[in-house]
């Protein structure tokens, strides 16, 4: 026979239980990192976004699945699409949220007071609008520069015609660092080489990188660079020619194992690992990450099959030059 | 210079009025039979997408053309199905097949394919004779499916204007319920051209995947499928005008990229502008005439019965 008092006791016991096993179940969440990626193209890119994304899996592979989530939206190059997905993640609870293109920025500074709780993060840019009274906005930015640098060395070291094509989106942000380290890497080992810059408009309009690669190639280049997602575009009319490619973001070459000589590679790892760790410490943003040669942010992947004999030689030059770079001995200029 | 200059404009403007002309003859032909087809760009995509699935996974570009055949029947037929039986407004079911196009053709290759590639695709013909020709040579030399897109150009002359079928579709176009008094089946019509203009637009994304770019990834056509659209209005629904239409396009697009290589100190923004103002005044020139346009178009037939 159970009086009053023992079921009054049973229903606090059952509470207090239930609570317990709620409460596990959600410290169980609540000790699994979730990081929200958008990003203005897709995870396969072979360029911008898939930099970031691959950074994440890298990071996930080490923490493991059951430690670290990721989520993602593809395609939001409408900045509206891209504030509806930056702020639905941030309302699903996510604790740090990527928007991963600077033309974000905007939506961020009004986004982000909104959920004080949330950490956010955007590049490629040095700001992180503290001077506006937001503390939950961190910042990454890759030193294209350098690699562009390290890039153009190499590519004045294999041209033989001495004229060199880059083909980018709009003159701008990572595009034109990279541009002016490897115009400045070109001339400091050929001074009477050439490289023609030309802008398509466009980050994803794959046609017309091609086509400006014809011209390049039609015009004499036998070396040909580039940033953003249309340069498949490119490397494809480069290897339907032969002539060399040198890729930016991520390690082009299986586009095209035999024409991707060198790819400047950004990693995000390093910044987005220690986001976490300052997220988990209490500090939600205030701070910006860039991706350097001297972090490991930048580093440049050599292709031993489109090099062939000079794969050895190639290396010692990349090296030296990125040692030269690191040591501060090569200063890469963003003017012109 | 100047030679190297023809050349390399020459070259670029046949390989590159190749996509328009396929699919902008293929809507002039759904036009003309009163079919505005706004789904071009989707169609493009997925025959561009099945092209070059087939190529990585055959190896073998004629099975990949055949699929970029076979995909634009279906779309055309998909096409006819939604503007003829169903009779929707033909604006906004071509919107819906361009989003439905874009949107599985990414789809697909994300869970077929997944990395962006390269392939090799159509290589260039060399012609004995005319490929070794200074210059001319040089533009002429191109691969098959450009060919084939230039001798598209007098077959659809020829159908449209020379065959009883032709002119079936220019009266089922003009004048629908004429044409059904004398006995021409308008719906039956539509059908064909509607699955024609899939078949090419369709053949139009292969010509991009396999043939000119050789690389397929999200939304490769960025456009070139809308652009199709507007050549056919440009050409005002005549082939040879709508030929010209993809030749001058593709010729100033190849200008505006040797403008920038050979460094005449224009900003990129002015030079990335030129195609598209070009065609503003050529339009607003061609407005003062007298301009043919089927009647009937974006109207559905209905034979009023029962």
């Known amino acids: ?336 | 210079m100047i030679g190297t200059i023809i050349a390399s404009i020459g070259n670029s403007a046949l390989q590159y009025a190749a996509p328009y002309l396929y699919a902008a003859i293929g809507e002039t032909i759904g036009q003309r039979s009163g079919l505005l087809n706004l789904g071009v760009e989707g169609i493009m995509l997925m025959g561009g997408y099945i092209a070059f699935f087939i190529v990585t996974a055959t190896e073998s570009l004629l099975l990949a053309l055949a699929g970029a055949v076979v995909m634009g029947m279906v779309f055309g037929l998909i096409t006819a199905f939604l503007n003829v039986t169903l009779k929707a407004e033909q604006g906004i079911s071509g919107i819906g097949i361009y989003i439905f196009g874009l949107g599985l053709s990414t789809f697909l290759f994300g869970i077929t394919i997944g990395d962006v590639r390269t392939i090799d695709g159509f290589p260039d013909l060399v012609i004995p004779g005319i490929s070794s020709i200074p210059i001319l040579g040089d533009i002429l030399t191109q691969n098959a499916l450009v060919y084939a897109a230039f001798l598209l150009a007098p077959l659809a002359w020829y159908f449209l204007n020379k065959t009883p079928f032709g002119l079936k579709i220019q009266a089922v176009g003009q004048r629908p319920r004429a044409a059904d008094s004398l006995g021409v089946n308008v719906n039956r019509v539509r059908y064909i051209t509607a699955t024609i203009g899939g078949i090419l637009a369709s053949i139009a994304g292969a010509s991009l995947s396999i043939g000119v770019l050789n690389v397929f990834q999200q939304n490769l056509t960025s456009g070139m499928g809308f652009i199709a659209v507007a050549l056919v209005y440009f050409g005002g629904w005549q082939v040879y005008q709508v030929v010209l239409g993809c030749l001058l396009f593709s010729a100033i697009d190849g200008l505006k990229s040797w403008l920038q290589v050979a460094g005449v100190g224009i900003p990129s923004e002015f030079t990335l502008m030129l195609p598209y103002v070009v065609i503003l005044i050529v339009l607003a020139t061609m407005a003062r005439k007298r301009v043919y346009s089927p009647d009937a178009l974006t109207e559905p037939f209905d034979r009023g019965e029962g």
């Open chain 1, 1 to 336: 026979m159970i009086n009053k008092k023992s079921s009054f006791s049973l229903v606090v016991v059952l509470v207090i239980s239930l609570s317990f096993f709620l409460t596990v179940g959600v410290s169980a969440q609540s000790d699994k990192f979730r990081i929200a990626l958008v990003m203005p193209s897709t995870v396969n890119d072979m360029a911008w976004s898939q930099s970031m994304y691959d950074s994440l899996l890298a990071i996930q592979e080490e923490m493991g699945e059951e430690d670290l989530e990721i989520a993602y939206s593809e395609n939001k190059y409408v900045i509206s699409e891209a504030n509806t997905a930056i702020r639905d993640y941030a309302n699903r609870g996510f604790d740090l949220v990527i928007a991963h293109g600077s033309q974000y920025g905007a939506e961020l500074v009004n986004i982000a007071p909104d959920f004080p709780g949330t950490s956010f993060a955007w590049g490629s840019t040095a700001r992180t609008f503290s001077d506006q009274g937001i503390d939950n906005i961190f910042a990454y930015e890759p030193h294209a520069g350098q690699g562009g640098y390290v890039n153009g060395v190499i590519a004045a070291r294999l041209s033989e015609s001495d004229i060199m094509g880059f083909i980018g989106p709009i003159e701008s942000g990572d595009a034109k660092k990279y541009m002016l380290g490897f115009k400045q890497g070109v001339k400091a080992k050929s001074p009477d080489a050439k490289v023609k810059v030309t802008w398509t408009g466009s980050y994803s309009d794959v046609a017309a990188a091609a086509k400006t690669a014809k011209s390049h190639i039609q015009a004499g280049a036998d070396v040909l660079t580039g940033t953003s997602q249309m340069v498949t575009g490119a490397v494809g009319e480069a290897k339907k020619k032969d002539v060399m490619w040198f890729g930016y973001d991520v390690d082009q070459s299986p586009l095209a194992p035999n024409t991707v000589v060198s790819s400047v590679v950004v990693d995000f790892s390093g910044p987005v690992r220690q986001m976490i760790d300052l997220i988990k410490e209490g500090t939600l943003g205030e701070k910006i990450f860039p991706a350097t040669l001297e972090n490991g942010g930048i580093r440049m992947a050599l292709n031993e099959k489109a090099l062939g004999d000079e794969y050895e030689e190639v290396k010692s030059l990349a090296e030296d030059t990125v040692e030269r770079i690191v040591d501060g001995e090569i200063e890469i200029s963003l003017e012109d």
